[in-house]
């Protein structure tokens, strides 16, 4: 019997690093552009035929209201206001095409319709990653939270793409992947627009958890805090450091789209010409 191996890929984001990450604008036979199409069907097929998984699901960020700007208003207000732009200059003129590639190749697809993508990811993570192995695609370091023995995070980057396990975060960060809330929190997420404790980077973050083990050590301790500047961040940042563990962590409770059934899937040998020519767009 074959072994079960499920990948999870968040659709927007790669989607937004093939629109962008493309040599140059590509235009299709109808005389729009495909680039972000072409790059994620290829690197989707790509992935595949490397990770060779037996069930798959593609979960994009829909249009919806995000619970975690009711907490801070600021989150993500850093991110471009595409409104501006000619609709077939932004990465969401594309998926029209790019949802009939995945049905062609009888990949299931859903946009979130109350919360993010990471957050059905999480909730895969808990329900299946436990039992099966599973592998998350996604550049956003967000999800390295959800590393486990089973579950691994998979950044596409053509011949340099990187499979992040334990090890790798441990290698990388020394910490431990569950501590990865905890150590964004403290030194905030730029590209998120989480502003963490001044004076606390990544290695100072990391030695606080390596001695205290949680974010919640680190502040019922406080005054255990060898370094003077730190302790005093840590106390001036402590109610900040508390709202952006409710921003990144990931906690798994949001009920996802797709049974195990329903991501069974097997790979038929398409190339991403045929798949480009069997929706018209190439």
């Not at 996604?138 to 950044?155: A, E, G, H, N, P």
């Not at 906690?251 to 329903?262: A, I, M, Q, S």
Request: charged fraction near 25%; glycine fraction near 8%.
């Amino acid at each position: 019997m074959e072994k079960t191996h499920i990948l999870l890929v968040d659709g927007s984001n790669l989607l937004f690093q093939m629109f962008y990450g493309m040599p140059a604008r590509i235009v299709g036979r109808q005389g729009k552009p495909i680039q972000g199409t072409l790059g994620f069907v290829g690197a989707l097929l790509k992935m595949i035929r490397l990770l060779q998984p037996t069930h798959v699901a593609v979960l994009f960020d829909g249009e919806t209201e995000n619970p975690r700007e009711k907490l801070d208003e600021n989150y993500k207000a850093n991110r471009e206001d595409y409104s501006a732009l000619p609709e077939e200059e932004t990465p969401f003129s594309q998926l029209p095409d790019l949802y009939a590639a995945l049905d062609f190749l009888g990949i299931c697809h859903r946009e979130t319709t109350c919360c993010e993508t990471d957050d059905w990811m999480a909730s895969y993570a808990d329900a299946l990653g436990k039992m099966h192995p599973m592998t998350l695609v996604s550049q956003d370091s967000d999800y390295f939270q959800l590393i486990t023995d089973k579950v691994t995070v998979f950044r596409y980057r053509g011949e340099r793409s990187v499979l992040c396990d334990g090890m790798y975060i441990r290698e990388k960060l020394g910490i431990e992947p569950a501590q990865y809330a905890d150590f964004k929190s403290l030194t905030g997420d730029g590209s998120d627009n989480i502003p963490g404790a001044k004076g606390v980077g990544p290695k100072t973050a990391a030695s606080l958890l390596r001695q205290f083990g949680t974010l919640q050590a680190i502040l019922e301790n406080i005054h255990a805090i060898s370094k003077p500047s730190v302790r005093e961040s840590v106390i001036q940042h402590a109610d900040r450091l508390l709202l952006n563990q409710q921003l990144i962590r990931l906690e798994g409770k949001e009920p996802v789209p797709f049974t195990l059934e329903e991501m069974a899937y097997t790979y038929r040998g398409e190339t991403s010409n045929q798949v480009l020519t069997a929706i018209g767009i190439k």
